[in-house]
């Protein structure tokens, strides 16, 4: 999708700008089509696949970034602390995976995807991408894991799943409320009453949009916060966010939504320089040259891309996922309670 083309949909969906109605057609077909595909495996006309151990959806409702990975890195880290073994499924955009790949620490963005190396670092636990779900379910149950967490897939209805968390953008929202493309739901906002918890992102009280969000077993808050600054080229290298206050920065973000992370820099009280790119854009060197010597400040998810050719004042801003009181073990504790049902 080309940029302007993103921009005018973003300006549709979140701004109220002409448009929605001339697209409501293709957004009733998609309604059609959706509805239909969903009912065909509701119904067991198409069959799902049953993992032997639990499977965890963590996706959301509308296209663009809402934080599901720093949740799912979260809730590995969670369970992890408990004794268990989760695994991460996720199908890894923008590459090909004929059969499933085991992502290690070292392994090429290139062929394995941002998100998953992002994840593989971040939690040190099993990560498998395979845009055949049951086939990374499949290759994860045969490493011996606990559970399955899937980042993104809450529309791959061919693996069942036991628990459904949907992450909402709490400066977003659903947008216009329409589906695609005369909005940016890929289900109706009605798909919220069955699943099982609602986590939004944005939010440090504890008050989540009023109420308005809420899953069958709840709703949870969460806020992504910076950690301290880590060298793109050499992770072994650390820098305080502090320490940039007073000079102006450049702050690279190809993720979908990159306001967000501009913002969380602003917060901070850095002088930010704005740089957007698509979703999963593919960096090169030249994308970094800025004509000058200001500090260049970037995604962990973009840093995995950048490692090769980063010069050293380019700086990753790892997140770290921070929920309202209890709102992390509450979603920790009803998957630990899945794992003891089904163990034999």
């Known amino acids: 999708m080309s940029s302007q083309i993103e921009a005018w949909l973003q300006s549709i969906w979140y701004h109220g700008r002409w448009g929605a109605a001339l ?29 032997q151990v639990p499977v965890v959806v963590i996706g959301n409702l509308s296209v663009g970034g809402t934080g599901k990975s720093p949740l799912v890195a979260a809730l590995a880290d969670a369970l992890k602390s408990r004794g268990l073994r989760p695994g991460i499924l996720t199908r890894g955009h923008g590459v090909v995976v004929r059969e499933p790949i085991r992502v290690t620490r070292d392994a090429d963005p290139r062929a394995v995807g941002d998100e998953p190396l992002m994840l593989a670092i971040a939690t040190g636990a099993e990560v498998m991408v395979s845009p055949d779900r ?69 939010v440090a009280d504890g008050n989540t949009a009023s109420g308005a969000w809420r899953g069958r077993q709840g709703s949870v808050s969460m806020m992504l916060v910076p950690e301290a600054l880590r060298g793109v080229a050499d992770p072994l290298r650390w820098c305080s966010l502090e320490s940039l206050r007073g000079e102006p920065v450049h702050a690279v973000a190809g993720i979908g939504h990159p306001a967000r992370f501009f913002g969380m820099l602003r917060a901070v009280g850095l002088e930010v320089i704005e740089h957007a790119f698509v979703d999963h854009h593919a960096f090169a060197a030249g994308d970094l040259d800025f004509g000058d010597t200001h500090a260049i400040l970037m995604t962990s998810k973009d840093a995995v891309k950048c490692r090769s050719f980063a010069a050293p004042r380019c700086w990753e801003v790892p997140v770290v996922a921070r929920f309202a009181p209890e709102g992390a073990a509450s979603l920790a504790t009803a998957i630990e309670k899945l794992c003891r049902s089904r163990r034999p």
Do not use: K
């Open 23 to 51: 697209l409501a057609p293709l957004a009733a077909l998609f309604a059609v089509v959706t509805g239909l595909r969903r009912a065909l495996y509701r119904t067991g006309m198409i069959g799902a696949y049953r993992a």
């Open 134 to 202: 049951e086939a990374g379910a499949r290759a994860l149950e045969a490493l011996g894991v606990d559970l399955i967490l899937c980042d993104d897939g809450l529309q791959h209805y061919a693996l069942a799943r036991d628990l459904e968390i949907v992450v909402i953008d709490a400066a977003r929202g659903l947008g216009n409320g329409r589906l695609l493309p005369a909005g940016p739901l890929r289900e109706q906002a009605s798909r919220l009453e069955s699943v099982d918890w609602v986590v939004v992102n944005g």
